[in-house]
């Protein structure tokens, strides 16, 4: 990482996933989900080139959205709520397959949220992980058990190929910038319920609109 990027702390992207959820867990604001990403993007990229295919296309997604934020109806943009009711009342999206709206808000959002399913399995095995896991093995694992379901042969293949080289436990718990590995495993368990508690509430709100299988 350059010295002029910012380091990647854990209890920033914490922060963020915490502060999301507004209405007694019942929305979520979508500046600071967006955040929260930002912040993993962070640490992706720490961990080198080879997973610049994934970060690209978080961050391409991550920008489609903050320039609905940005824009002249940024306001509706705000939650998860406003944004699928406005999506949908001005048949803003695109129901069964790519057509005049390939890169609504709704779409976007459903592809991050499946990536959070990813992160949370992935969390909670190196939340509940010994000294000799390897991190490959726990995130291929959390990968093929979630996000694989969407993905083609190719893209399976190449992020599979990816994670045999994510560092060892140790080595990735420092770079989380949080203290000993005590300290991390303590910070994973505070950050698990919150990022749980988004995921549910999105999947739930995109159940009720019949949204999980946007094309
Ligand atoms: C506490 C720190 C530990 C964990 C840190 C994790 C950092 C992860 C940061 C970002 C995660 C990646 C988000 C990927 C979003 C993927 C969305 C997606 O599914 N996109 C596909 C479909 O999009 P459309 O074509 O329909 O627009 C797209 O085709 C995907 C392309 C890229 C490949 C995605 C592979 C995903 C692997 C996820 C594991 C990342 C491994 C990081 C290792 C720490």
Not at 6 to 34: A, G, M, P
Not at 164 to 181: H, I, K, S, W
Request: proline share 2%.
């Amino acid at each position: 990482m350059s010295g002029t990027e910012e380091k990647f702390s854990l209890r920033e992207v914490l922060v963020s996933f915490k502060s999301c959820l507004v209405d007694d867990d019942q929305d979520v604001l979508v500046e600071h989900y967006l955040k929260g990403w930002k912040g993993l993007v962070r640490f992706m990229n720490s961990l080198g080139t080879v997973f610049s295919f994934v970060s690209k296309d978080a961050v391409s997604k991550i920008q489609i959205m903050e320039n609905y934020l940005s824009g002249e109806q940024g306001e509706r943009y705000r939650t998860l709520q406003s944004m699928v009711e406005y999506e949908l009342s001005s048949n803003l999206v695109d129901l069964n397959k790519r057509d005049n709206h390939p890169e609504s808000g709704c779409r976007t959002i459903l592809r991050l949220h499946r990536a959070l399913r990813w992160l949370q399995l992935f969390l909670e095995k190196l939340r509940t992980s010994t000294e000799d896991s390897k991190t490959s093995n726990l995130c291929a694992e959390a990968y093929n058990d979630s996000l694989a379901n969407y993905h083609p042969w190719i893209i399976r293949k190449t992020a599979n190929l990816a994670f045999m080289v994510l560092p060892a436990r140790n080595t990735f718990f420092e770079v989380m910038n949080v203290g000993t590995t005590e300290e991390v495993v303590d910070m994973l368990g505070e950050a698990m319920p919150y990022v749980s508690n988004v995921y549910d509430f999105t999947q739930e709100l995109y159940s009720q609109h019949n949204l999980l299988d946007l094309p």
